[in-house]
């Protein structure tokens, strides 16, 4: 029998690893036996992105840093002299913060949802072959990825790129401030949309497309290769946190993969469906696929691994939406909850929740949210099941696709906060993908992964805990015809605004 989830101190396995995960709306923390279990209690600093109508959305680097600095001083005050054997930090993906010589930040963390760089990403399309270079990197021009938005700053902050030693994460940024050092993780890296999925370094070519040199990047790290820290830095981590004084630190890796392995997905049997302020539905792969639909993106995680799938900006962000202008909080929860759980009806309204751009299947960074059907006779509720149901619609475009090159999944484990707060969800992710769902029901799945994957260097032979899961969700297959004609209206109007 798999030992329990959950435990106190004195029931650790060693080595414990303490793992870090800087998120869209928060920077947590927990300590891990070396059975993956979470040990005595976990650590939150709450923080927002700054955000603007221009596509702005950005945070302040130095208020991250002090927030994971903040984690460690409440979880290492927990451990009394049991020594912490690794550290390991996981962020949301594609970001960027440019630093001087010094290591000083000249700019914020421009985060994914920065759109600023509209005009760059136009400009880079006509330019270069958005189709090779997806097969190149895995990546398309998209704002979220660092090409255009090098050359947003090379246009509108000339100043900066002048004064630019080296272009990092945001992890990297954490980790240089921590520990002196300068490197990335490769799942970072690749989310940059710079690497060379089939080298898993930095590609030279593109590099020099968007004015920058190899030498302003740090060096790509795997799964399996931590990082060495500065004598003095070592001292000073040693004085204020005596239990991560032998500790090994590891690059930074992103949230993505980290969310993916802390809900069991962990190999081609299985797909993660990550639901929270963003989503997005992963594989993780041995064999790297030699061609890519056009709808996915394809990130080298380690020297032997890549992640497969696609992303969108808004789950929980298009619920949050939702839940304000519908005041379906006037609603009585129960008379929500079944509407959504409901036989569905042609009068639901159509959504397409794009309301900060779409990332897969189409890559329109400018596309905007839709809705279309909405009758004189239409109330709140049908249109909050629009949403739901134009939510679960986006990830089926994505599941379609990723069935053309990664066929074996046979489970899919879904996670992340919405999977909590609005289950409904569920059940209509499994109808309109025509694949049973799974919850998995553990908080902080992405903290659990970044943890399970420093384990597989400090503690390769222990045997992981499984966390917790619910009843797999089945799909209801009377319901097919309905969902295959939503899916191709949704495609038709899509094609019709954005294509």
């Known amino acids: 029998m798999a030992p329990a989830f959950d435990i106190e101190l004195k029931d650790a396995v060693a080595p414990l690893v303490l793992a870090l995960d800087v998120g869209s709306t928060a920077t947590r923390g927990a300590v891990y036996d070396a059975a993956g279990r979470p040990v005595g209690r976990r650590a939150k600093v709450p923080h927002a992105f700054t955000t603007a109508p221009d596509g702005t959305s950005e945070i302040d680097p130095e208020q991250v840093v002090a927030e994971v600095r903040s984690v460690l001083d409440q979880l290492t005050a927990t451990l009394g002299d049991q020594p912490v054997a690794g550290v390991a930090l996981d962020t949301f993906a594609s970001s960027l913060v440019v630093v001087d010589a010094e290591g000083r930040a000249l700019t914020p963390c421009f985060t994914y949802a920065d759109g600023r760089c509209a005009r760059q990403v136009r400009a880079l399309r006509e330019e270069i072959d958005d189709e090779a270079l997806q097969q190149r990197t895995g990546t398309r021009v998209h704002s979220s990825y660092w090409p255009p938005r090098l050359r947003w700053l090379a246009a509108e902050r000339p100043d900066v790129v002048r004064q630019a030693a080296a272009y990092l994460s945001l992890g990297d940024y954490v980790l240089r ?69 032998d500790a090994r630190w590891y690059a930074p890796i992103t949230d993505g993969l980290a969310a993916n392995v802390g809900l069991g997905a962990h190999d081609e049997t299985s797909i993660g469906a990550s639901c929270a302020t963003s989503g997005a539905l992963r594989v993780l792969v041995r064999e790297m696929p030699e061609e890519l639909p056009g709808g996915l993106w394809c990130y080298r995680v380690s020297h032997d691994r890549a992640l497969l799938g696609g992303a969108l900006n808004d789950v929980g962000r298009a619920l949050a939406w939702a839940d304000v202008t519908l005041a379906v909080g006037q609603v009585p929860p129960e008379e929500l909850s079944a509407a959504l759980v409901a036989e569905p009806h042609e009068t639901t309204p159509l959504v397409l929740p794009f309301f900060t751009g779409e990332r897969s299947t189409g890559w329109a960074a400018d596309a905007r949210a839709v809705i279309t059907g909405v009758g004189a006779a239409s109330a709140p509720v049908e249109v909050y099941r629009g949403v739901v149901e134009g939510i679960a619609l986006a990830y089926a475009r994505i599941a379609s696709q990723l069935r053309q090159v990664a066929p074996q999944p046979e489970r899919l484990f879904a996670g992340g906060s919405v999977t909590s707060d609005h289950p409904e969800l569920l059940q209509v992710m499994a109808d309109a993908m025509r694949t049973p769902v799974t919850p998995v029901q553990i908080k902080r799945t992405t903290l659990h992964g970044t943890a399970l994957l420093a384990l597989e260097d400090l503690a390769p032979d222990v045997r992981r805990a499984r966390p917790e899961r619910g009843r797999a969700l089945v799909p209801d297959y009377n319901r097919r015809p309905y969902y295959t004609e939503r899916f191709q209206r949704f495609e038709r109007v899509y094609e019709a605004l954005f294509a």
């Open 177 to 245: 401030r921590l520990t002196g050092t300068v490197a990335t993780g490769t799942s970072s890296a690749s989310w940059t949309g710079m690497v060379d999925r089939h080298r898993a370094d930095w590609y030279p070519e593109l590099v020099e497309i968007v004015g920058i040199s190899l030498d302003q990047l740090p060096p790509v790290h795997h799964l399996d290769q931590p990082v060495e820290v500065d004598a003095r830095r070592a001292a000073k981590i040693a004085r204020r946190w005596p239990v991560l004084t």
